[in-house]
């Protein structure tokens, strides 16, 4: 497998960001993409992404043989509830493994979760997603969508090894449709993708990245 990048890393944090203001949409309302409710807020919010992100989406389901679809997960989310998940998934970490430093559980913890001060999904750049039938059911890909390192045993890696040929077939399909659409996969999970963001800064070797933190709800911004 080769290196990974994770969020963690400082050279992450030290991209700059030249914020394009592009506003949040609601997925819910543009005709022909899914969106699976098991991430669902009261408010929404999780099926909100940038403007831009919804073209991209359509051009990735597009491109998918055999009239798949694209099954969004979640897309922006709340830095009170990044914060929240991340802490929790930390102290979990750390109460299993009382000899590991606290840097040490926040990298580990990177693996799953972004740092919340430069998190993709809270500047709604990022979605998480998965392949379905043209009916909504899901594709074998090796792992469910947001399993971890510790509960898949590492299944949950982009390129890990022991899934199976379909799983494996599976994530290439969905990788080759959304990098082809200006995506870019955080590799330990194969289920994220981002555009504009400070990861995909750092991927695709852009001085900036495009988008920045995002209030919730959304503030109007004056005309």
């Not at 840097?103 to 693996?111: C, D, K």
């Not at 399993?147 to 982009?158: D, L, Q, R, V």
């Not at 799983?167 to 504009?196: D, I």
Request: proline content about 8%; hydrophobic content about 40%; some cysteine.
């Amino acid at each position: 497998m080769p290196e990974i990048v994770l969020m963690s890393d400082p050279r992450v944090a030290a991209i700059p960001v030249e914020e394009r203001g592009e506003p949040l949409v609601d997925l819910r309302s543009v005709p022909g993409l899914l969106l699976d409710r098991r991430l669902a807020d009261p408010e929404g919010a999780y099926a909100h992404l940038r403007r831009g992100h919804v073209e991209r989406l359509l051009r990735a389901q597009g491109n998918l043989p055999g009239g798949l679809r694209l099954l969004i997960v979640e897309g922006y989310r709340p830095l009170a509830l990044q914060e929240r998940y991340f802490s929790a998934y930390a102290a979990k970490l750390s109460a299993a493994n009382p000899g590991w430093s606290q840097e040490h559980v926040y990298v580990q913890a990177s693996r799953s979760l972004s740092p919340p001060h430069i998190g993709p999904h809270v500047c709604g750049a990022a979605v998480d997603l998965t392949l379905c039938t043209p009916d909504g059911r899901e594709l074998d890909m090796g792992t469910e969508v947001n399993a971890s390192p510790e509960e898949s045993g590492g299944a949950c890696y982009t390129a890990a090894g022991g899934i199976s040929a379909e799983a494996r077939a599976n994530r290439e399909v969905l990788g080759g449709v959304l990098r082809e659409a200006g995506f870019v996969n955080y590799p330990t999970e194969w289920w994220h993708w981002s555009y504009g963001d400070r990861y995909w800064a750092l991927v695709t070797s852009a001085p900036a990245a495009l988008h920045g933190q995002l209030d919730w709800p959304p503030v109007a911004r004056a005309g």
